[in-house]
């Protein structure tokens, strides 16, 4: 192959190569169809496709020269045209308006829309690309009735079979789903109708309403369907035409009479504008079909018919003229009832007048009960059976004719009346029959005749219900509680339990006795009026609780019970003295070792007592043994303790005696005794000069400054108040002297009320209170001034140092002295005692 080379200029070289590139694409492909679905209802520039990407024609050049290929849409000539797509330059479908498949497209066909797009590179046309855009059809519309409601019209005498045409539902969905429409019937199950569906020639639907049976319109005239249309889509649509039907007369029904005959008695007096009888007839058609007019049989005889008329429209029959007296004859006429319907349709009745010239008398009544009965009052039980018989009911009337045909009625909710033939009846048990609720029944027989006017009598009776064992005993609550004391005597009562039984005799006589649960022994009985109490004392130590159950029942026959439950909760009372656990043995022996560094305590005094709550609440005292004052025990937890500081002198033996108390009513107690050898190690601190106690047979310390506290109170009191009567005495005074006397200073300022009572007593009284601890054979003496009271003031105490410490030093002398002193002071609003020590 040979190549030339040819020298040309540029312009020349662009034309060859645009040349050579058409020659390129036309050999490669002389058409290109794409295909792409979009959704109906897509929003304007929803992105649809890469044109360039999936028809691959940039891959035919050079990856450079791919941004000098264009896609261009083409237009069609008319601008009126909505463009529904969009192209970019780079290849790019979008959507330019919303897409509705119904208006783009036919109904029930595929819906595409082809866009043209030309292929350009730079200047020079590439090729033309048909794009095939289907539109998927969404289910947006439901099928759609011309009319909401149809009326058609059906005849009794339509025959099975017949149909009656209704419009069909047309969806304006173009989808073969969406807009394919199924039907449905929707009805009472009995409803002599179904649907016919068909096809017509274009797709559409023809619909029928079919009748499967005779109908009868004076049983049901009217008929309410729904017909149901639904769309092959997802999800489904519907919509419903409702289909009212009609069903028209026909003359199928005769008149009928309320009676075939109608029996009727007058005088021969009777009045002749009045109806001797009205017949009544009816005709379930309507219409002129259900018109009725009333004549005279042609069996009727035509000398009867001179004695009597007809009204034809309303059916009355009235006499046309008098009968004389003591004529009596029954007359027979028969009546014929005539539609209006074409044909006519008739009927015929029996009328017997039955003319009398007596009157009308009353029924009477002869009723007999099964049992004895006394001025009209029966007795039945109120366990009698329903359907049990009662009494015996007989009819008189000696009246003839309609006269004397007498029906009865008895209306209870209890008693029946029933027929057992011409005039006799019978009374039995309609239901059953509570004496509780109700314990005499009243009831009235009613009797009329069948004469005109009627007659009517009246039977008023009582019938008394006699009692049966059939109320269970009931207790007023289920469960009883009750509170005793232990140690009571026996037949002490706990409590009273209530059962009542609204039985009567018998039936309402209680017996009342007691189960334990656990089968064990009740220390309780029970009275047959329902009251319990004990057969011994109860102990609270032995069993706090009793839970038992108490068993009525009555005399009746067949005997009725019941139970309650009881619950019996002993109180505690202080009847179990305590008892020491620790020391175990009286006397008990305890050696204690002391060393500087020991503990104050020495042991732990442990008692017990079997009664419960306060009183079992202990208290420990010392009673005897502790002359030195060296021990002291903890009144709750029992703790034994030195209470002061030990010194070698107080090693040796105590007999120390102990008391228990409980805290009950009356206090019980026990005692103990411990002997204690007390060690005291050689480190401890020698004899202490001071003598640190005084002997048992001395008073302590602590009784006498409450004593000596007590007699100053009291002087206290006498003083201020004698103080009080002195000052108001001298404000009298000077109320009655006051000529040269401001009347604003009468009364003195608080501040000068103190300093005038402390001047006052200072001048009258002198008051000194001295106290003198002494042996054995002496005791404290105090004087204080006799002072009077009064009521005008208060006096407040103010005590110092009401528990006196005991001073080792000053024990060492064997004797002390206290001194004691008081002074009245200004309080603001009052006056106060303040006693001092010194």
């Known amino acids: 192959m040979k190549y030339l080379v040819y020298s040309a200029s540029p312009q020349r070289i662009i034309c060859l190569t645009e040349v050579f590139l058409m020659l390129i694409f036309t050999n490669i492909s002389s058409s290109v169809d794409i295909t792409y679905d979009v959704e109906e209802g897509a929003r304007k520039g929803t992105f649809i496709g890469d044109v360039a990407a999936d028809t691959q024609l940039l891959n035919s050049f050079p990856l450079r020269e791919h941004r000098l290929v264009t896609f261009n849409q083409l237009q069609p000539k008319t601008l009126t045209t909505t463009r529904l797509f969009n192209v970019s330059k780079n290849g790019k479908l979008y959507t330019a308006e919303v897409l509705d498949a119904e208006t783009l497209c036919k109904y029930n066909t595929e819906c595409f829309k082809m866009v043209e797009v030309a292929v350009q590179h730079e200047q020079s046309f590439v090729k033309i690309l048909e794009i095939r855009l289907i539109i998927n059809d969404i289910n947006d519309n439901q099928p759609e009735f011309p009319v909401k409601q149809i009326d058609i019209t059906f005849s009794e005498d339509d025959s099975k079979g017949l149909k009656r045409s209704i419009p069909n539902a047309i969806d304006k969905d173009v989808g073969l789903s969406n807009s394919e429409i199924t039907y449905q019937l929707n009805k009472e199950f009995d409803d002599p109708f179904s649907l016919s569906v068909s096809k017509r020639v274009d797709g559409k639907a023809n619909l029928d309403i079919k009748l499967e049976k005779k109908l009868d319109r004076e049983q049901k005239d009217t008929y309410k369907l729904q017909v149901i249309a639904k769309d092959g889509g997802f999800p489904s649509r519907q919509s419903i035409l409702d289909v009212f039907i009609l069903v028209t007369d026909e003359n199928d029904n005769i008149p009928t009479f309320s009676l075939n005959v109608y029996n009727v008695t007058v005088k021969n007096t009777y ?70 319907g074409n044909p006519p349709m008739s009927s015929d009745a029996l009328v017997l007048v039955n003319i009398i010239n007596q009157h009308n008398t009353a029924p009477s009544l002869d ?39 007498v029906s009865c009625e008895l209306h209870h909710d209890k008693l029946q009346l029933l027929s057992l033939g011409r005039k006799k009846y019978k009374v039995i048990v309609k239901n059953r029959i509570d004496r509780e609720t109700e314990s005499f029944i009243d009831f009235t027989i009613v009797c009329k005749d069948e004469g005109s006017p009627p007659q009517r009598t009246e039977g008023k009776f009582s019938v008394q219900v006699l009692d049966v064992n059939d109320i269970q005993p009931q207790f007023t609550k289920d469960t009883y509680k009750f509170l005793t004391y232990e140690n009571e005597d026996p037949n002490f009562p706990i409590g009273f339990i209530n059962a009542t039984d609204l039985d009567l005799g018998d039936g309402g006589q209680l017996i009342y006795s007691l189960l334990a649960e656990d089968y064990s022994f009740l220390p309780f009985e029970i009275s047959n009026f329902g009251f319990i109490s004990t057969t011994k004392p109860l102990d609270f130590e032995q069993q706090d609780v009793y839970k038992f159950k108490v068993f009525v029942r009555d005399n009746g026959t067949p005997s009725l019970n019941n139970t309650a439950h009881v619950i019996v909760e002993v109180m505690d009372e202080n009847d179990n003295a305590p008892y020491f656990t620790f020391p175990s043995v009286n006397p008990f022996s305890l050696d204690v070792y002391y060393n500087p560094q020991s503990e104050n305590d020495i042991t732990v005094l442990r008692s017990s007592d079997r009664d419960s709550h306060v009183n079992a609440f202990l208290r420990y005292e010392i009673l005897g043994g502790n002359h030195k004052q060296l021990f002291t025990v903890n009144p709750y937890t029992g703790v034994l303790s030195f209470s002061r500081t030990v010194y070698q002198n107080d090693a040796g033996s105590y007999e120390l005696s102990f008391i228990v108390k409980d805290s009950g009513s009356p206090i019980l107690s026990a005692t103990t005794t411990l002997s204690l050898t007390l060690t005291v190690s ?34 206290v009191a006498v003083v201020v108040s004698i103080t009080v009567c002195i000052v108001r005495r001298n404000n009298q005074r000077n109320e009655q002297y006051n000529d040269g006397i401001d009347s604003s200073n009468r009364f003195l300022g608080e501040s000068k009320q103190g300093d005038y009572i402390c001047e006052q007593m200072s001048l009258q009284y002198e008051a000194s209170v001295t106290m003198t601890s002494v042996d ?60 001092y020590i010194r």
């Not at 140092?801 to 002193?821: C, F, I, N, Y």
């Open 271 to 340: 009045r002749r504008d009045k109806p001797v009888v009205t017949l009544t007839a009816t005709d379930l058609d309507s219409g002129k079909n259900g018109e009725i007019t009333y004549h005279f049989s042609s069996e009727t005889p035509s000398a009867v018919r001179s004695m009597f008329e007809i009204d034809e429209k309303t059916g009355g029959i009235f006499l046309t003229r008098n009968f004389s007296f003591g004529e009596r004859k029954t007359y027979k006429l028969f009546i014929e009832a005539t539609d209006q």
């Open 682 to 715: 050689n480190t401890t601190s020698k004899m202490y000069s001071a003598e640190d106690t005084e002997s048992d047979n001395r008073i302590h310390i602590n009784l006498m400054i409450i004593i000596v506290m007590s007699t100053v109170i009291v002087a």
């Open 776 to 835: 054995d054979n002496k005791s404290s003496q105090a004087s204080l001034p006799r002072l009077e009271t009064h009521s005008g003031y208060k006096t407040r105490q103010n005590w110092r140092d009401s528990s006196a410490k005991v001073d080792s030093r000053d024990l060492t002398q064997g004797t002390r002295q206290r001194q004691e002193g008081w002074h009245i002071q200004d309080g603001g609003s009052g006056y106060s005692v303040v006693n």
């Open 367 to 405: 009723v007999k009960f099964v049992s004895g009965s006394k001025e009209n009052t029966a007795a039945i039980s109120e366990g009698v059976k329903v359907g049990s018989f009662i009494a015996y009911v007989k009819v008189l009337d000696n009246d003839v004719g309609m006269n004397s045909e």
